[in-house]
């Protein structure tokens, strides 16, 4: 900004900050500021013009250019009688302000060290913290370094942990993301956000920061990096978040690929839970689907989310993720599964059962006659129910008789049985001594 008006002549012995000039100077600041905050100084350096006429040909030129970074102006109602009590420079900086002249120039640079302290304390001025700086986490450490990272949780002296909503039964088709608590397993459409709320029981050291490393499940794919297919990473412009199959929303976050074992995984700073709340929450996407081709390529993977702090883990959260177009179907395809196996339902085909039956004979061993307990027996067809009618009447019988009377009983179908045996025999002896007739002749024939 160039000043038009012209300052009150001065002497030729006048001093270039001479309190006429302060005024001029003061009063073309003001315009410049607005509540006390630079406008216009902070832009565009202030230049002024400034010509005194000492009689005859001479003419002073004078040309003075003002820098400002910052500058901390009093209140209106407080009255000053000093011009240094003005400015508070405690946080200011002229950078630059030079005078020109025909014959000598003079330069002066103020700085806050070379600036007199004011001798009233300015309502403006206040002890600026500077932000903290950025994290920067170490280039080959963490999870990330690991050839064979851990898949196994360990909260830590922080109590890491890792929170996805209240557990619901069932979940709809439609949904955009839904988690198991049965099988420990979120289910995720593609880049569809899906929060994830971590918690520490006390605030882990400053510069800590969380990250998520996808991995494959099993054994054999696990020392392999998890990648994007090539189809997903050909869309994407940005070449350092091309390949990277977890994404994060915060604005801090950072893409990192570990130098060592060529790992990906997003690094977002741990934020202290909000007011009122207990999680801090973040917002992520997965970029391929389980099925793609030349990516996960239907292999199982999960998420490895830790809390470290310069290379340094100090909790470690991981869970299964399944990224698919329809989250709640397969939600329920997966957990019917698995019902199915714990329930160990026999097979349909229906197994022949044979029942039978054998009648001994009673031996001399005590018969156990503490079972007062009635059973019923539904009997079809009036011959079978005959039966064993007479089956329970002499069981029933039985139960009266004394030990001498049951050896008797023996003893007499003993005897029974070989008047049975010897008659047989006889009936056979007979019919060897008995002639057998003789066979007919056959006729002869001519």
Same mark, same amino acid.
């Not at 030129?61 to 901390?72: A, G, Q, V, W």
């Not at 806050?112 to 302290?117: I, L, R, T, V, Y």
């Not at 690094?267 to 909000?274: D, T």
């Given at each position: 900004?160039?000043?038009?008006?012209?300052? =009150?002549?001065?002497?030729?012995?006048?001093? $270039?900050?001479?309190?006429?000039?302060? %005024?001029?100077?003061?009063?073309?600041?003001? !315009?410049?500021?607005?509540?006390?905050?630079?406008?216009?100084?902070?832009?565009?350096?202030?230049?002024?013009?400034?010509?005194?006429?000492?009689?005859?040909?001479?003419?002073?030129?004078?040309? /003075?250019?003002?820098?400002?970074?910052?500058?901390?102006?009093?209140?209106?109602?407080?009255?000053? %009688?000093?011009?240094?009590?003005?400015?508070?420079?405690?946080?200011?900086?002229?950078?630059?302000?030079?005078?020109? !002249?025909?014959?000598?120039?003079? !330069?002066?640079?103020?700085?806050?060290?070379?600036?007199? @302290?004011?001798?009233?304390?300015?309502?403006?001025?206040?002890?600026?913290? =500077?932000? @903290?700086?950025?994290?920067? =986490? =170490? $280039?080959?450490?963490?999870?990330?370094?690991?050839? *064979?990272?851990?898949?196994?949780?360990?909260?830590?002296?922080?109590?890491?942990?890792?929170? *996805?909503?209240?557990?619901?039964?069932?979940?709809?088709?439609?949904?955009?993301?839904?988690?198991?608590?049965?099988?420990?397993? *979120?289910?995720?459409?593609?880049?569809?956000?899906?929060?994830?709320?971590?918690?520490?029981?006390?605030?882990?050291?400053?510069?800590?920061?969380?990250?998520?490393? $996808?991995?494959?499940?099993?054994?054999?794919?696990?020392?392999?990096?998890?990648?994007?297919?090539?189809?997903?990473?050909?869309?994407?412009?940005?070449?350092?978040?091309?390949?990277? *199959?977890?994404?994060?929303?915060?604005?801090?976050?950072?893409?990192?690929?570990? $130098?060592?074992?060529?790992?990906?995984?997003?690094?977002?700073?741990?934020?202290? @839970?909000?007011?009122?709340?207990?999680?801090?929450?973040?917002?992520?996407?997965?970029?391929?689907?389980?099925?793609?081709?030349?990516?996960? !390529?239907?292999?199982?993977?999960?998420?490895?989310?830790?809390?470290? #702090?310069?290379?340094?883990?100090?909790?470690?959260?991981?869970?299964?993720?399944?990224?698919?177009?329809?989250?709640?179907?397969?939600?329920?395809?997966?957990?019917?599964?698995?019902?199915?196996?714990?329930?160990?339902?026999?097979?349909?085909?229906?197994?022949?059962?044979?029942?039978?039956?054998?009648?001994?004979?009673?031996?001399?061993?005590?018969?156990?006659?503490?079972?007062?307990?009635?059973?019923? /027996?539904?009997?079809?067809?009036?011959?079978?129910?005959?039966?064993?009618?007479?089956?329970?009447?002499?069981?029933?019988?039985?139960?009266?008789? #004394?030990?001498?009377?049951?050896?008797?009983?023996?003893?007499?179908?003993?005897?029974?049985?070989?008047?049975?045996?010897?008659?047989?025999?006889?009936?056979?002896?007979?019919?060897?001594?008995?002639?057998?007739?003789?066979?007919?002749?056959?006729?002869?024939?001519?």
């Amino acid at each position: 900004m160039s000043g038009d008006e012209k300052p =009150p002549n001065a002497s030729q012995n006048s001093l $270039p900050l001479s309190q006429d000039t302060f %005024s001029f100077l003061w009063d073309h600041l003001s !315009n410049t500021t607005s509540n006390g905050s630079l406008t216009q100084a902070l832009q565009s350096p202030i230049n002024w013009n400034f010509n005194d006429y000492n009689g005859g040909d001479t003419v002073e030129e004078n040309h /003075i250019e003002l820098h400002m970074d910052r500058c901390e102006l009093t209140p209106n109602d407080m009255q000053t %009688s000093d011009n240094d009590d003005i400015l508070s420079t405690t946080n200011s900086t002229i950078s630059t302000m030079s005078f020109q !002249n025909q014959q000598s120039t003079f !330069n002066n640079v103020l700085s806050p060290d070379s600036a007199m @302290p004011s001798s009233v304390p300015s309502d403006y001025s206040a002890d600026v913290t =500077p932000p @903290p700086p950025a994290f920067t =986490p =170490p $280039p080959s450490s963490g999870a990330a370094s690991q050839s *064979l990272p851990s898949n196994v949780n360990y909260p830590g002296d922080y109590e890491f942990m890792i929170y *996805l909503g209240q557990p619901t039964p069932t979940a709809a088709k439609s949904v955009s993301w839904t988690y198991s608590n049965a099988l420990k397993k *979120l289910f995720v459409d593609k880049d569809k956000p899906c929060p994830i709320q971590f918690k520490t029981t006390k605030a882990p050291p400053a510069g800590s920061y969380i990250r998520a490393m $996808p991995i494959f499940k099993k054994p054999e794919h696990i020392q392999q990096v998890v990648k994007r297919c090539p189809n997903h990473a050909s869309c994407v412009q940005n070449d350092l978040t091309a390949y990277h *199959l977890v994404m994060s929303s915060d604005p801090s976050s950072q893409y990192v690929e570990d $130098p060592n074992t060529g790992r990906l995984s997003v690094i977002v700073p741990y934020n202290v @839970p909000q007011v009122g709340t207990e999680y801090s929450q973040y917002l992520y996407t997965f970029k391929c689907f389980l099925s793609c081709v030349g990516g996960l !390529n239907r292999r199982q993977i999960q998420v490895v989310f830790t809390l470290e #702090t310069n290379g340094q883990i100090l909790g470690r959260q991981v869970i299964d993720v399944r990224v698919c177009a329809c989250p709640g179907r397969d939600r329920k395809g997966e957990e019917k599964c698995q019902n199915e196996k714990q329930s160990k339902k026999p097979s349909k085909r229906a197994s022949k059962v044979t029942s039978s039956f054998e009648v001994t004979t009673i031996g001399g061993k005590k018969r156990k006659t503490e079972d007062e307990q009635i059973y019923t /027996i539904f009997v079809k067809g009036k011959e079978k129910y005959d039966l064993l009618m007479k089956i329970k009447e002499s069981l029933d019988l039985m139960e009266y008789l #004394t030990p001498t009377q049951i050896q008797a009983y023996k003893s007499n179908q003993k005897m029974e049985l070989q008047k049975v045996l010897l008659l047989k025999k006889k009936v056979q002896e007979s019919s060897k001594l008995k002639p057998k007739p003789p066979k007919p002749k056959k006729p002869h024939t001519n």
